[in-house]
């Protein structure tokens, strides 16, 4: 084993950092303002809601450079080595001209307290970059996450349309560095773990994944970091210790999604942005349910492996999946089991995960041909909202008789749950409205739900039931489906 490096590496803006004193459970938010006096972004939430914090982190993927807007207030410094960290400070122009993106701001009158205005520039600047002449859609998609309290947002989208017209960016920071930049990140790679401060001030960075499986058998009961999506919170909120914290953010090898003989595997590392497109081409419905999850700075960084780790019963990932037949890859060591994804959920925030395991992979099978698979999410608003119920439904129907079912449903149990009881009363029985009502018996069979912040029980249970409805109106084309994309024409 190489001695592992004790100290981070990244760029900060044109800077190189070198830190060995960061602290595993250290936001980046917190260090750029407090540590770099570098305030212009800035701090609404602490939660990953607002997007006040949005900055751009670069890293290497397969040889190329790419950019994302992240929440820098959960994003902790243990996930940045190697990575280019761009904050609203680099982006005006060498002879201090405004952005397009800033100067299309200004004209439209995108700002007015201004709190939030670094950090929408930052999402338009990352849009801007990947996309130089936005849709509406694409527009709405990249701004989920930034909360504005003063403009009513019309005015930002004017501003978002119009860049386009400011040209091209010829004099753009990151486009004139962008080979300079991945020059100097490939530089920065020694393959060396990165181990930092002792006891609950110590946090890894594995060079690999075995190296990950080494580190967790030595120290099992060390948190696991992959977006810190989930894990931030714990932190900005609860001020839990993460100590010893291992981030897996990475690990490459971690990132890899694929299919083959009617599989697809999503390495646990997939974050929702990467995983989004190769999904919606093979399982359209879990494409439209990850533009629900957070906004894009929460699918750049979260991921579903993490999604399923976490358990929550909540958590919008876990109920398809169980419903698609789903097997998750248990790794401690050189050892790998594989457990049914529903399986995998015991109790309330307890997992089937032995001290020293972490999640590798997830193996989840396509739909058949003549299949039907749909997922429906309920929340309060479209966008950027935690689950109230989420029904997945899976249904063979041959010769109009339900050949086989399995639906599964998150915030209707402590866990995400398989209702099975329902599952029985439709399988064997002609795909009709009479099975359909006879069937919503069975719901009190399955679930019991809890009023909470998001629902009450009978909401609960009333919205489950109504999702098969939709789910037979839809699969028997007797309506439309319906989806919200712009309110103005809802
Ligand atoms: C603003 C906001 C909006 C959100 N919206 C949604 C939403 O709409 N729907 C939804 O489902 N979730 C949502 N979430 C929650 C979160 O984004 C997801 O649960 C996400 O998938 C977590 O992934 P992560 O990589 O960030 O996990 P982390 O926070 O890094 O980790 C989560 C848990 O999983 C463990 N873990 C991570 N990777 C592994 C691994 N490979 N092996 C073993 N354990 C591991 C960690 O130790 C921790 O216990 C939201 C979060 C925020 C902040
Ligand atoms: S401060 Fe609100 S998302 Fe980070
Ligand atoms: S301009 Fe005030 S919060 Fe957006």
Request: charged share 25%; hydrophobic share 40%; aromatic share 10%.
């Given at each position: 084993m190489i001695e592992a490096r004790r100290g981070l590496r990244f760029l900060l803006n044109d800077e190189e950092i070198a830190l060995a004193d960061a602290a595993?459970?250290?936001?980046?938010?917190?260090?750029?303002?407090?540590?770099?006096?570098?305030?212009g972004t800035k701090e609404g939430c602490a939660e990953g809601d607002c997007g006040a914090c949005t900055?751009?982190?670069?890293?290497?993927?397969?040889?190329?450079?790419?950019?994302?807007?992240?929440?820098?207030c959960i994003r902790f410094l243990g996930s940045l080595d190697g990575c280019h960290v761009v904050t609203v400070e680099h982006l005006k122009g060498r002879d201090g001209t405004l952005h397009p993106v800033q100067q299309a701001m200004v004209d439209?009158?995108?700002?007015?307290?201004?709190?939030?205005?670094?950090?929408?520039?930052?999402?338009?600047?990352?849009?801007?970059?990947?996309?130089?002449d936005p849709s509406d859609e694409e527009i709405e998609k990249a701004l989920q996450g930034n909360l504005c309290r003063c403009t009513g947002y019309e005015a930002i989208i004017r501003a978002a349309r119009a860049v386009s017209s400011y040209g091209q960016g010829g004099t753009d920071a990151l486009a004139l560095e962008r080979d300079a930049v991945a020059s100097r990140l490939k530089a920065?790679?020694?393959?060396?773990?990165?181990?930092?401060?002792?006891?609950?001030?110590?946090?890894?960075?594995?060079?690999?994944?075995?190296?990950l499986a080494a580190?967790?058998?030595?120290?099992?009961?060390?948190?696991?970091v992959a977006g810190s999506?989930?894990?931030?919170?714990?932190?900005?909120?609860?001020?839990?210790?993460?100590?010893?914290?291992?981030?897996i953010g990475g690990l490459q090898e971690l990132q890899a999604i694929s299919e083959a003989n009617g599989f697809v595997t999503i390495g646990a590392g997939v974050s929702y942005s990467q995983a989004?497109?190769?999904?919606?081409q093979r399982i359209p419905a879990l494409g439209t349910l990850i533009d629900r999850i957070g906004g894009d700075q929460v699918r750049n960084m979260g991921t579903i492996g993490g999604n399923i780790a976490n358990g929550s019963p909540i958590g919008d990932m876990p109920p398809p999946l169980i419903a698609l037949g789903a097997t998750v890859t248990l790794r401690r060591g050189g050892e790998?089991?594989?457990?049914?994804?529903?399986?995998?959920?015991?109790?309330?925030?307890?997992?089937?995960r032995r001290p020293g395991e972490f999640v590798e992979a997830l193996h989840v099978p396509l739909p058949k041909d003549g299949a039907h698979f749909s997922v429906y999410k309920v929340t309060k608003r479209r966008d950027e909202d935690i689950t109230a119920a989420l029904g997945a439904f899976h249904l063979g129907i041959e010769g109009g008789t339900v050949s086989s079912a399995r639906i599964a449903y998150g915030g209707m149990a402590a866990t995400p749950k398989r209702a099975r009881a329902v599952e029985a009363a439709l399988t064997g029985q002609p795909w009709s409205q009479e099975t359909v009502e006879a069937a919503l018996a069975a719901y009190d069979e399955d679930y019991q739900p809890i009023s909470d912040m998001r629902a009450s029980a009978e909401y609960r249970m009333l919205a489950a039931k109504n999702l098969l409805r939709r789910f037979f109106i839809e699969t028997t084309g007797t309506k439309k489906p319906f989806t919200v994309k712009r309110y103005e024409e809802a």
């Open positions: 595993p459970d250290e936001t980046l938010l917190d260090w750029l303002r407090l540590r770099r006096s570098l305030r900055v751009l982190v670069g890293r290497l993927c397969g040889g190329q450079l790419v950019y994302e807007g992240v929440n820098a439209f009158h995108g700002s007015q307290c201004g709190f939030c205005t670094p950090g929408f520039v930052m999402s338009l600047y990352g849009l801007w970059m990947r996309s130089p920065m790679r020694d393959g060396r773990r990165v181990e930092i401060g002792e006891g609950r001030q110590r946090l890894v960075v594995p060079a690999s994944v075995d190296d580190v967790l058998e030595a120290e099992p009961a060390a948190t696991i999506t989930d894990v931030g919170l714990w932190v900005t909120k609860f001020m839990r210790e993460i100590s010893p914290a291992v981030f989004r497109s190769f999904l919606a790998r089991r594989s457990v049914p994804l529903e399986d995998f959920f015991i109790a309330y925030g307890k997992q089937d």
